[in-house]
């Protein structure tokens, strides 16, 4: 089951109720995006200041998870959200490369297919969830099903909002099968997704991420962020909790989630399992 940062005495509450310094998100406590600082980054002010920590929460990644597969009794789901332009892709290229991919799956969610519209709005979820010894990462996830969903009215609000409960009792149902779950919300600034979609539009190796539906999106900057807000506040759960990470910053952004996947799986606690019986009087023959 995903816990709390590894050393309480080092976290505290910011004013917004998010523990500090990994940002989660308490069970039960209403998040207000507005007040969170998406630029803010610990006193750190450049790139530079932070590669060195970054590599040494790579390395306990990677050490780890060559543990959580050896092991195979347990998992990992990570999920990232994040309004467009966010860094969903950005960080899961800088925080897990160097990762076994033999132990890694990405699934990455857009609209559902005519087969999964006709299934509940789990199933396509469900299918791509972590095995024991995985870590999975959704790019996008269930939760679009409670975003997306809701602000551009693809459902009335009786479906939608029992989703909450039925999300929560999902992350349920995966904790008690040994799958631990984290939840990143990459919350950047609507200035922010400015400069990242004229830099799009600008750059001629960028153009091709740029989307004219992401024009479209921005003009639901508000109703996306309450939409959130309601969100991260109704799921984010002792068992499966969120975290509103300030991605203003890519590397800090990186910095604040390698950390919290390195510590999610330090409580995980995989071990590798013992060795055969007997192996010590063992000789290999020529
Ligand atoms: P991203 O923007 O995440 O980097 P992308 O640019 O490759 O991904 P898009 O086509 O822009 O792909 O994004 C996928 C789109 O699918 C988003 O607009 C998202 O809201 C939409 N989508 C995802 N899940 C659902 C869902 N369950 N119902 C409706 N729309 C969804
Ligand atoms: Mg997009």
């Not at 060195?52 to 998870?65: A, K, N, P």
């Not at 959200?81 to 800088?94: E, F, N, S, V």
Request: aromatic fraction near 10%; charge should be neutral; glycine fraction near 6%.
């Amino acid at each position: 089951m995903a816990k709390k940062s590894k050393n309480p005495a080092e976290t505290e509450h910011s004013a917004n109720g998010l523990t500090y310094p990994d940002y989660r998100v308490p069970p039960g406590v209403g998040v207000d995006l507005s007040s969170v600082d998406a630029g803010q980054s610990e006193g750190y002010t450049r790139k530079k200041d932070v590669l060195g920590e970054l590599e040494t929460q790579r390395r306990r990644i990677q050490d780890l998870q060559g543990k959580l597969y050896a092991e195979n009794k347990q998992g990992l789901l990570i999920v990232l959200q994040a309004m467009d332009t966010g860094g969903k892709d950005g960080t899961i290229k800088h925080v897990f490369s160097g990762v076994n991919p033999q132990g890694c799956r990405v699934s990455s969610f857009k609209a559902p297919n005519p087969e999964e519209r006709n299934h509940d709005f789990l199933w396509r979820y469900h299918k791509s969830t972590p095995a024991v010894g995985r870590i999975g990462i959704f790019n996008r996830s269930h939760y679009e099903d409670v975003l997306v969903v809701r602000v551009k009215n693809l459902v009335p609000e009786e479906v939608w909002r029992p989703r909450f409960e039925l999300i929560n009792n999902f992350e349920y149902n995966l904790t008690r099968s040994n799958i631990s779950v984290i939840k990143f919300y990459l919350h950047i600034s609507k200035d922010e997704q400015k400069r990242r979609l004229e830099s799009r539009l600008a750059d001629p190796e960028k153009r091709w991420k740029f989307s004219s539906n992401d024009i479209k999106e921005r003009a639901y900057w508000d109703a996306y962020q309450e939409a959130f807000e309601e969100t991260i506040g109704e799921t984010s759960t002792e068992y499966a909790p969120w975290y509103v990470v300030p991605a203003n910053k890519k590397w800090y952004r990186n910095l604040v989630i390698a950390r919290a996947i390195a510590d999610t799986l330090e409580e995980i606690d995989p071990k590798f399992p013992p060795a055969e019986e007997g192996l010590e009087n063992a000789t290999i023959p020529d």
